[in-house]
C-alpha cells in the first residue's frame, strides 16, 4: 500500500514537471503571416496602418507569436478569424515598443457574445461586465465580450476599447498587484510621481471637470486602464487636454503616440489597392485573383 501511495506521488510529482514545463514551452513563429490575416488588420486595426512596413512585419510576427500561444475559445459563439485577430492586436498594442514581451500571466481568452455578470453567466439580470481578467480558479484567463472586442475597433474615436482596457489590467497584473502601478514599465524613481498624477486627475473625474471616462474614478487601476485606452485612441487630443498624463503615458507605453494620425488611418482595401502582400502590384492584379 504503501509503495503504491508512494509511486502515484511520483507520478503525480513527474506530471505536474512535465506539463509545467510543456506550458513554458514558448512558441515563435514559422509560417509566413497569412494574407487573410493582414487585410483584417489592415481594414479594422488603424494602429497598425500607421506603422512602417518594417514595424507593421515586427506586428504581424507578434500577432502570430500570441495566437500561437494564447488560447482564443467561444463560449455559446463561434470563433472567427477576426475575433482572433482582433483579441491579439489588442494584446499587442500596448506593448508593442517591448520587442521580447509575452504575456506570461495568459494562457487562454474566453470569447462571450456578449456582456455577462459576476458568474459569467450570459442571460438574465445584472450582465454589466464587458470583460475581465481572471483570479483565483479563473486565474491565466481572460474573458471579453465579443460585442465590445468589435465595438472597440469599429469605433475609433470614442476613447474606448475594452479588450484594450484588459490587456492594459494585464500588464499592470504582471508584477503581482493590479494597482494601478505597472511596475514592470515604470522606473522606480517615478511610482511616486504617477501616483500623485494618478490621484489628481481622479479628483478632477470626481469634481466632474474631466474628460475622461468617469469609470477611470473608480480605483486607480481601474484609471491606468481608462487612460491606457485613451492614450491609444485619441493621442493628440489627450496631449492637447492633459499633456502631463499624456507624457507620463508616453513613458510607459514607449510609444510616441501624438505622432500617429489614427483618425485617418481607415484603411479599405478595393480592386486598384496596393496588394497587402508588398509585391507592388494592385490588389485586383494579385491575391485578389483568389478572392
Same mark, same amino acid.
Given at each position: ?139 491565466? %484567463? ?5 460585442? /465590445? *472586442?468589435?465595438?472597440? #475597433? $469599429?469605433? @475609433?474615436?470614442?476613447? +474606448? !476599447? ?78 492637447? %487636454? ?5 507624457? /507620463? *503615458?508616453?513613458?510607459? #507605453? $514607449?510609444? @510616441?503616440?501624438?505622432? +500617429? !494620425? ?30
Amino acid at each position: 500500500m504503501t509503495f503504491i501511495i508512494i509511486s502515484s506521488a511520483i507520478f503525480l510529482a513527474l506530471y505536474f514537471i512535465y506539463n509545467k514545463k510543456k506550458r513554458n514551452e514558448w512558441k515563435v513563429p514559422k509560417a509566413d503571416f497569412p494574407k487573410e490575416w493582414r487585410i483584417i488588420l489592415l481594414e479594422h486595426v488603424n494602429f497598425y496602418n500607421t506603422l512602417t512596413q518594417e514595424e507593421q512585419k515586427h506586428f504581424e510576427f507578434k500577432v502570430q507569436e500570441f495566437l500561437l500561444n494564447c488560447r482564443i475559445t467561444g463560449i455559446k459563439t463561434k470563433i472567427t478569424v477576426a475575433d482572433k485577430i482582433l483579441t491579439a492586436s489588442s494584446a499587442i498594442i500596448p506593448i508593442f515598443a517591448f520587442k521580447d514581451w509575452t504575456y506570461s500571466n495568459l494562457s487562454e481568452v474566453l470569447i462571450y457574445p456578449n456582456s455577462f455578470n459576476e458568474k459569467f453567466e450570459t442571460t438574465g439580470s445584472e450582465r454589466r461586465i464587458l470583460g475581465m481578467v481572471g483570479t483565483g480558479y479563473m486565474e491565466g %484567463k481572460m474573458i471579453l465580450s465579443k460585442k /465590445a *472586442l468589435h465595438l472597440g #475597433f $469599429n469605433n @475609433k474615436t470614442d476613447k +474606448k !476599447n475594452t479588450a484594450l482596457h484588459e490587456f492594459i489590467h494585464l500588464i499592470d497584473k504582471m508584477d503581482g498587484n493590479t494597482d494601478g502601478i505597472p511596475r514592470f514599465l515604470l522606473d522606480k524613481q517615478f511610482t511616486i510621481p504617477w501616483f500623485e498624477l494618478i490621484q489628481r486627475k481622479m479628483d478632477e473625474i470626481h469634481a466632474d471637470d474631466s474628460d475622461i471616462n468617469p469609470y477611470g474614478g473608480t480605483n486607480r487601476q481601474e484609471f491606468f486602464a481608462v487612460a491606457g485606452e485613451y492614450f491609444f485612441e485619441r493621442p493628440q487630443l489627450l496631449s492637447s %487636454k492633459h499633456p502631463e498624463l499624456y507624457e /507620463a *503615458l508616453e513613458a510607459i #507605453f $514607449n510609444q @510616441k503616440m501624438n505622432n +500617429k !494620425n489614427l483618425v485617418n488611418a481607415s484603411f479599405k482595401l478595393k480592386r486598384n489597392s496596393q496588394c497587402p502582400c508588398y509585391s507592388g502590384l494592385k490588389y485586383k492584379n494579385c491575391c485578389g485573383k483568389h478572392h
